[in-house]
């Protein structure tokens, strides 16, 4: 049974006279600094951000208040969104209201679990192609860059469940080189509030010469889907029909989604995936339980979708990374109307910030966060806990449409990774680092042999 939600009394942090907290966020991490002051004066806390209150949420109870109890209430506002919006334009996540419904209800029913079946075989297949590529690094023992392999990964994989076996090798390269440049462009235009948009960067013009590349190549593969339709989930989304309006995607609202899916499907999981190896050598007998389930299981047969929930712990184990490393380490809403959230008046305008990392770090919901304990993610443990105390895909309506996607991908390259090589970390010594996802500050290497 959940237990009953109780919501925090506000709090207030207030820094120096007009610049607020933003020495502190300037002079240490942001990450740091925001989670001292959750630790010190609790998950609900009103900061000063130059002349404007900001309100840093890190409670179960208010997540739950701001993402699906009053979620009209709390749109996405122009900080990161913002510039979101010049890559993803109308996408599922930039975009609001009827639009935005239309295009879940045209999307939502291609990532349910019946239809992720027609695509786990091109999930292990692009798995095993990078893999196959591990042979010559764990012949010789050279050091390598695990969250470079992990972007390998998930990018192959995403791709290829996205257009099939029709794009090219060279068109392959394309994607690899273009999509992790216009994230992090994503990522430093996004988190400048400070930096109108209006004025130029140097870093502009290069952005804007990777969006035109990208978006021509990508309008070139939906006209190839349109002449020689397949499984993938182009070919699908080219299909699909609002049962209410019976019209179907025009080619700008396709793009729109394929960079949203691409960028959803690519940097999330494969951050995930790079933490997870920095625990995992921090963490032997963790490593030791997950190939043992995977013996019992599977042997050395690759892993299917009927498999991921016969692997348990495997799954407890990713579940606990996530938590420790949520993804996306904070996101913004802005109230349009007065509300009251517990004994508490919120103004219009007012900037929330859902701080993610903080909720899955908070003292006052997790014992002993810091400790990485996957048994947390036992069910007789979960079902004491709030529903809105573990959301690495968010919650409410704009929840994360691609959230069973993304734990099947992880559960089986983990998998197939733990068959077929170990993995020793050579760098030790690394911390999260703030922006648009939660990556490591350094890369991370290590080394790879086989089993």
């Excluded at 009053?70 to 913002?82: A, E, F, I, T, W």
């Excluded at 010789?140 to 392999?149: P, R, T």
């Excluded at 966060?369 to 919650?395: G, I, K, Q």
Aim: net charge neutral; glycine share 6%.
């Amino acid at each position: 049974m959940q237990p009953a939600p109780h919501t925090p009394t506000l709090t207030k942090h207030k820094g120096l006279p007009i610049v607020g907290i933003l020495p502190e966020l300037l002079a240490n991490s942001p990450l740091q600094t925001l989670s001292h002051i959750m630790v010190r004066d609790g998950g609900f806390v009103e900061l000063q951000l130059g002349t404007k209150p900001v309100y840093l949420v890190s409670d179960p109870a208010i997540f739950r208040h701001v993402l699906r109890d009053h979620h009209r209430n709390y749109p996405k506002p122009d900080l990161l969104y913002g510039t979101l919006k010049k890559v993803a334009k109308n996408g599922l996540l930039t975009s609001e209201g009827d639009f935005w419904l239309r295009q879940r209800r045209m999307i939502q029913p291609h990532f349910h679990r019946r239809q992720l079946a027609n695509i786990a075989g091109t999930m292990t297949e692009s798995i095993a192609a990078v893999l196959d590529g591990w042979q010559s690094y764990a012949t010789i023992g050279q050091q390598f860059d695990l969250g470079i392999q992990m972007s390998h990964i998930t990018m192959n994989v995403i791709t290829r469940t996205m257009f099939g076996q029709g794009i090219s090798s060279t068109e392959l390269d394309t994607v690899a080189r273009l999509v992790p440049d216009i994230l992090n462009y994503v990522t430093m235009r996004g988190f400048m509030p400070l930096v109108p948009d209006w004025i130029p960067l140097p870093v502009d013009r290069k952005f804007e010469r990777n969006y035109a590349e990208f978006r021509a190549l990508v309008q070139s593969l939906i006209d190839r889907r349109r002449q020689k339709p397949g499984s993938d989930l182009i070919s699908m989304l080219l299909n699909s029909v609002d049962d209410e309006t019976n019209e179907q995607m025009t080619d700008d609202q396709l793009f729109d989604e394929a960079i949203t899916i691409f960028g959803a499907g690519f940097e999330t999981t494969s951050t995930t995936l790079t933490w997870l190896w920095y625990i995992l050598d921090q963490h032997p007998q963790i490593t030791d339980m997950m190939r043992q389930e995977i013996s019992s299981v599977l042997g050395q047969r690759t892993p299917t979708m009927e498999d991921v929930s016969r692997l348990p712990y495997i799954t407890m184990v990713i579940s606990e990374c996530l938590r420790m490393f949520p993804p996306i380490p904070l996101l913004p809403r802005s109230s349009i109307n007065d509300d009251n959230i517990g004994e508490s008046k919120i103004p219009a305008k007012a900037t929330i910030l859902l701080f993610y990392y903080g909720l899955h770090h908070n003292p006052r919901i997790w014992a002993a966060p810091e400790e990485f304990r996957p048994e947390r993610f036992l069910p007789d443990t979960e079902s004491n806990r709030s529903t809105f105390a573990w959301l690495p895909f968010s919650a409410g309506p704009r929840k994360c449409i691609g959230d069973e996607f993304a734990m099947m991908e992880a559960i089986i390259a983990t998998t197939m990774i733990l068959q077929r090589f170990e993995i020793t970390v050579t760098q030790k010594d690394l911390v999260p680092r703030f922006g648009a996802t939660l990556r490591p500050s350094k890369p991370l290497l290590g080394v790879v042999r086989k089993r």
